[in-house]
């Protein structure tokens, strides 16, 4: 049976009208309308949809007491959340570039990173190398056209080079498929974590930034792509949520970046300004977000 999409579009005024009469109260209807026109109807949904019933629910779809400047307020506090993580994320992406082409150039030479023979996977070494060939040779970065300028052989520039013009994606790809494990912590070392923690993590904080930066929801978003839950040091362990069955919380997802920043700026103000952020959330409904009861008392939020 072919299932065929009939829903028309609205004009501002009937979107309002709409949500309205679905029982969300709007207290300023200007003010509403030039939300609808710059945020837009389909981007706000995704903030007002803990307020709904449950589908089949007889009657309005809010609950009682719901209201447009709600909304608006939660939507602010996800934005500035989004920017705050993206700020954390972009250090500690800096960090774990810098120490991968440090390792691999040490390890294995400038060039080394292209040797098939380091990864645990040939197909996917290829793959990913087709990829990184690709962007280097349609680079405008200054650095790359230099070398394009200046060098035939290797074509491909050093991995110091490379580590700085790669996705945050791509450079998980190339660390997780490091075939030597010891290579792999001497990477992850400098961030105070084991590679065994450190290759998932990388993998999450990259769909995690990915979001931040298409300014995607987050504060109450569940990652398919879970994080592995460290074993040590005790700080961290204790601060640490157990992970829930299904999609992972955010909450484990900011533990972890704020004992990453501390090995890589631990002058920063980053948690600080996290938990002030925190106290802004328009409904206190940071449970939404993974965070348990006495979170604040842990020892990596003191």
Request: overall charge positive; proline content about 8%.
């Amino acid at each position: 049976m072919t299932r065929t999409f009939g829903k028309p579009a609205l004009t501002i005024a009937q979107q309002l009208a709409l949500l309205q009469a679905e029982g969300m109260t709007v207290a300023d209807p200007a003010r509403a309308e030039h939300w609808l026109r710059h945020v837009s109807y389909y981007r706000l949904s995704a903030y007002w949809l803990p307020f709904e019933h449950p589908k089949g629910h007889a009657g309005p779809r809010f609950v009682p007491g719901t209201t447009f400047e709600t909304i608006t307020a939660l939507y602010d506090f996800d934005r500035k959340l989004r920017l705050h993580v993206l700020s954390a994320i972009e250090r500690i992406e800096v960090a774990i570039r810098g120490s991968w082409a440090y390792a691999l150039a040490h390890h294995a030479g400038p060039h080394g990173y292209l040797n098939a023979a380091l990864y645990s996977d040939r197909r996917q070494f290829h793959d990913n190398l087709s990829r990184l060939a690709r962007e280097v040779g349609t680079s405008p970065e200054t650095y790359i056209a230099h070398y394009r300028d200046t060098y035939d052989d290797p074509a491909m520039p050093p991995v110091w080079m490379v580590a700085e013009m790669m996705s945050f994606g791509q450079l998980s790809r190339w660390y997780s498929l490091l075939d030597d494990r010891a290579l792999r912590n001497t990477i992850a070392k400098p961030l105070g974590l084991h590679e065994t923690v450190l290759v998932p993590l990388l993998k999450h904080l990259s769909t995690v930034r990915n979001s931040c930066a298409h300014h995607g929801r987050l504060w109450n978003r569940g990652f398919l792509l879970r994080m592995k839950v460290p074993q040590k040091p005790a700080d961290l362990v204790a601060t640490l949520e157990p992970p829930p069955p299904g999609p992972a919380r955010l909450y484990n997802s900011l533990v972890l970046i704020r004992h990453l920043l501390k090995q890589v700026d631990p002058q920063s103000q980053w948690m600080i300004e996290l938990k002030q952020l925190l106290g802004t959330h328009p409904t206190n409904g940071l449970s939404a977000m993974g965070f348990p009861t006495g979170w604040a008392g842990r020892p990596l939020w003191q």
